[in-house]
């Protein structure tokens, strides 16, 4: 049987105070029970289940709350949205318990979480026309006739800041731009009237003023769901989100108030992410990077998978990893929180 590490969830309701970014934005408080619950879910492959690509992660989403999910590639991010998203590839075998509104996953309707994919390129038809999928993706959700279809429809794409949204029906995908394209994707997602949004790097192809026009869409959305954001954009992840994850091969390393890691990064691994972040003012500053690469999953060892990349690695680290533990609106999984 899978070893089942177990840690603390990171949860207690908590009020938005970061103001690197948020001015001028309503305070958001989020409680009650979570929308989301994960503990302990561990994706290995079917056949080499020794190789984890999550390994015991755990955390909670509630409603009305961003969380901003963050790592380098290979991390598992993409893993852990098609796992929640219950569309994970037949190669891969869960462990664990993942809660939808105090369900299991599989006893929940999937139309009740949806996903903006990166590249909407891949996702778009290229010999339809966006009324085409719009119309499509409403119908088998609703059941409505073809001309209710169409005018919800036309309602999504006026919602997601489209100004000539009847023209944009007869479009097809090649004729927008990516912006466009990705607030197409939006639309249906919206269509589905999600409680979960799951947005895995919609802005990182995207000039910054469509980003912020995407960004401020979400923003707008947040009240009505719960939005887990998938990014390599540290500024995003810290001016918009409540909380933020940082993924590190496969484990949830640190989680927290957004506040909270961008002023004390616990872990050395975040610490080292936000070391790597340009200065927007004042003096010019050395970047850094720690040495060496993110390890392979079948490369990982039994021990902390950052052993190998940090200056403080202790000799527990080398042959026991860590749980995340959690302290009051912060957690990490580090054997050595002096490093």
Request: one cysteine or more.
């Amino acid at each position: 049987m899978m070893d089942q590490t177990t840690s603390h969830a990171l949860e207690a309701p908590y009020v938005r105070t970061f103001e690197h970014g948020n001015a001028g934005r309503p305070a958001i408080t989020a409680g009650g029970p979570p929308l989301l619950s994960i503990t302990g879910l561990t994706v290995v492959l079917a056949d080499q289940p020794e190789t984890r690509l999550l390994d015991a992660v755990q955390f909670d989403l509630r409603k009305g709350e961003f969380f901003a999910l963050v790592g380098e590639s290979g991390s598992g991010k993409s893993v852990l949205c098609s796992t929640i998203m219950d569309v994970a590839s037949s190669e891969l075998r869960c462990f664990g318990d993942i809660q939808f509104e105090g369900r299991p996953l599989s006893h929940v309707d999937r139309r009740r979480r949806a996903m903006i994919y990166q590249q909407p390129s891949l996702y778009l038809n290229p010999v339809r026309n966006i009324g085409f999928q719009l119309r499509e993706t409403i119908q088998m959700i609703g059941g409505l006739s073809k001309r209710e279809a169409s005018e919800r429809a036309v309602d999504l794409l006026c919602d997601v800041g489209i100004d000539d949204p009847k023209a944009t029906m007869r479009k097809y995908p090649h004729e927008m731009s990516g912006g466009m394209n990705q607030r197409v994707m939006i639309a249906m997602a919206l269509a589905m009237k999600p409680k979960l949004l799951i947005a895995d790097e919609p802005t990182s192809a995207l000039d910054v003023t469509t980003q912020k026009q995407i960004l401020d869409l979400l923003e707008r959305l947040r009240s009505d769901m719960a939005i887990l954001f998938v990014t390599h954009d540290l500024g995003i992840a810290l001016q918009r989100s409540d909380r933020i994850g940082v993924l590190y091969a496969g484990q949830l390393v640190e989680a927290g108030r957004a506040d909270l890691v961008a002023r004390t990064p616990l872990h050395p691994y975040t610490r080292a992410l936000f070391s790597a972040i340009p200065p927007l003012s004042g003096h010019p500053r050395r970047l850094h990077s720690p040495a060496g690469n993110l390890p392979e999953p079948t490369q990982r060892q039994a021990g902390c998978n950052f052993a190998s990349r940090c200056s403080g690695t202790l000799d527990i680290c080398r042959h026991t990893r860590p749980a995340l533990q959690g302290i009051p609106q912060q957690a990490v999984a580090c054997h050595n929180l002096e490093a």
